[in-house]
């Protein structure tokens, strides 16, 4: 069994293939709310053998720290992800998750912890933390190939 741990910044550990996630310092260590969810692929992303999975980490003190692992990527492509306000099986996740509607489609409004490079196993890593806590409509992670849409190769439910 192939096993790893990323230190990604932010106290938070990302380890092995059953991976999980663990604040290892801070007082809000307590208070903080974890969601989390396994990859799998939409159509578009049928030619690929969609794995891993992701996390959010809502804090205590307001932030939220947003990771993925996503495997059967093709290796040394970037995708796009970007947490969504929509469930994966409705209408492939339809909608980026927004702090502030009238925010613009872009962060610090929205959370995207890509863009991500796949390594040449086909695996990527990403991470981001926003300052503001996720509202209860962020509800997953959607992985974008590049290219003209449609685009959305896989999803995780946070639940």
Known sequence: MHRSTISIGAGFVLAGSAAFVVQAAGDDAASATITSGDFTGFAEGADLDIGGHAWMVRTGDEHTVVLIHITGLEAGTEYAAHVHAAACDVDDADGHYMHD??????????????PVMADPGGV??????????????????????????????????LG
């Open 124 to 157: 990527a890593h990403g991470y981001t933390e926003a300052d503001f806590l996720a509202g209860a409509d962020a509800v997953s992670v959607v992985v974008h190939r590049p290219g003209e849409t449609p685009n959305k190769i896989a999803c995780a439910d």
């Open 101 to 114: 509607p009238d925010g613009g489609a872009e962060p610090p409004n929205e959370i995207w912890p890509g």
